[in-house]
């Protein structure tokens, strides 16, 4: 019989608690005072991964996930910190801007679209870094813009703040980040990195039988993912087999309601250009007339914020969109006709954008899509620096190691209602109303764009992609 009193009762008092089973029939639960327990997994529910992701398991949840914030976690950040954003996304627009460039993907069907979440890689790179050697340390460091004396302690205490105030309920999103790390049967894993791990990443830590059951520990992370994003990353298919030492894993998954939903009704069906110049048909929605939005226009793009979740109450009981913006925004570039959509969107500077628009009627006409991708990003990090970890990350296991993958799967969908998103990154390790008339400024999204999700205060970039097919 389940033990759905303890489950309960613990669910609500584990608020900054960080969990990992060191076998598969033991739970090791560090409460909010620092207090360690220890559970058969058995008193919990009868819960264990098998091949299917299919089975209902919300009971884990309360085991193996940061538990909900009672209430939102701002995203207040040092000055010092502020610059990590920044740096932050100057290694998201690289990063994606040589995913773009890249001309194996172009290759590969169903790859004109693309989206990828810098986030997702950061925060799993931060937690890698605290397993790699010093220079390993740095290059990472580097690569995020983080300095000082002591640049390890600095990125976990970002990475820590800033996951702790994404997995807080705010407006109308929904917003999880989940780490995990799976070593191999039989090795130890080193300290500091199980305290940073479970401390600063919140992380699921257990170990796998990689060595006798591969298939069995690829299923388990499998479902770990498709537990981490809603089902929206359903197969994943990681590098793993007998020589696979440890597997970091990171899932983001956003869920946000349109501050101004587009009406069904007026959606129609309208061309859009592919890159190639071909027409297609799709269904391309129209924004309300009621609302206006954050817009700006250059001789290159055109710019509007699309933002989720803001709404108020209308003073009679019912709830509507607020015009005053929420806590994150889809943000679309549309180059100018004859502009180079990957150049275009490379050269845009994130960190001022804010400035440089102004609310503004748009008769906004979008297109609804939705598209996967699975990205191999050894060789983008490679190039902005990261090599060491490549070679060796000697503080993680009592076992050698190194860095043979890193790998992302996504997923965007965006309709009528909102988006939802979803992306999970895994570093493998190896051996070895009325109204007087108004002049719309028009916006049809017909042809190649681009796009980002953003947190809007510290303008942090979650997630990037670009449409050139529908």
């Not at 069907?109 to 790179?125: D, K, M, W």
């Not at 500077?349 to 006409?365: E, P």
Request: include cysteine; aromatic fraction near 10%; glycine fraction near 8%.
């Amino acid at each position: 019989m389940r033990n759905k009193g303890l489950i309960t009762g613990l669910g609500t008092i584990l608020i900054s608690a960080a969990i990992y089973a060191d076998t598969p029939y033991n739970l090791h639960v560090w409460l909010k005072n620092g207090e360690l327990k220890t559970y058969d997994i058995s008193q919990v529910d009868s819960i264990t991964f098998k091949e299917s992701y299919e089975l209902t398991y919300k009971p884990l949840n309360d085991w193996t996930f940061l538990p909900d914030a009672p209430e939102a976690i701002p995203l207040s950040l040092t000055n010092e910190q502020k610059e990590y954003v920044r740096s932050g996304n100057e290694f998201a627009k690289k990063s994606f801007y040589l995913i773009c460039k890249d001309s194996t993907l172009k290759k590969l069907e169903g790859y004109e679209n693309l989206f990828y979440s810098p986030i997702s890689l950061q925060i799993a790179l931060g937690l890698c870094a605290n397993g790699a050697s010093t220079q390993g340390i740095t290059e990472i460091a580097n690569a995020f813009g983080i300095e000082g004396a002591n640049p390890l302690e600095s990125m976990n205490d970002y990475f820590n703040k800033v996951i702790l105030s994404l997995n807080s309920s705010v407006d109308s999103v929904t917003l999880k980040v989940n780490n995990s790390y799976w070593p191999m049967v039989g090795a130890t894993v080193k300290e500091p990195f199980l305290t940073t791990a479970r401390e600063k990443y919140y992380a699921t830590v257990r170990h796998l039988d990689y060595a006798h059951n591969p298939e069995a520990a690829k299923d388990t992370i499998k479902c770990w993912a498709a537990l981490a994003t809603n089902n929206c990353i359903r197969d994943l298919d990681p590098p793993i087999d007998e020589l696979t030492t440890a597997c970091i894993g990171n899932a983001v998954y956003f869920k946000g309601l349109w501050a101004a939903p587009f009406s069904d009704y007026g959606t129609s069906t309208d061309t859009f250009y592919q890159a190639s110049g071909t027409p297609q048909l799709v269904d391309m929605m129209k924004s309300d007339e009621d609302f206006s939005f954050m817009y700006a226009q250059t001789d290159d793009y055109q710019m509007v914020a699309l933002d989720y979740g803001s709404w108020v109450d209308d003073g009679v009981g019912n709830m509507r969109p607020g015009n005053d913006g929420g806590t994150y925004s889809m943000v679309i570039v549309l180059p100018a006709m004859g502009k180079d959509l990957d150049e275009t969107f490379n050269n845009i500077n994130w960190d001022s954008i804010g400035m440089n628009m102004k609310r503004t009627a748009v008769d906004l006409r979008l297109p609804k899509f939705d598209f996967k991708n699975k990205l191999k990003l050894v060789a983008y990090l490679k190039v902005l620096g990261i090599l060491d970890i490549f070679g060796g990350l000697p503080n993680a296991l009592d076992v050698g190691e190194r860095v043979s993958n890193v790998l992302q799967d996504s997923y965007v969908k965006v309709d009528e209602n909102g988006t939802e998103a979803a992306a999970v990154t895994l570093i493998v390790d190896r051996a070895t109303g009325m109204h007087d008339p108004i002049k719309y400024t028009e916006m049809k999204v017909n042809r190649p764009f681009g796009f980002v999700i953003r947190e809007r205060e510290s303008g942090m970039i979650l997630f990037m992609g670009k449409v050139t097919k529908i």
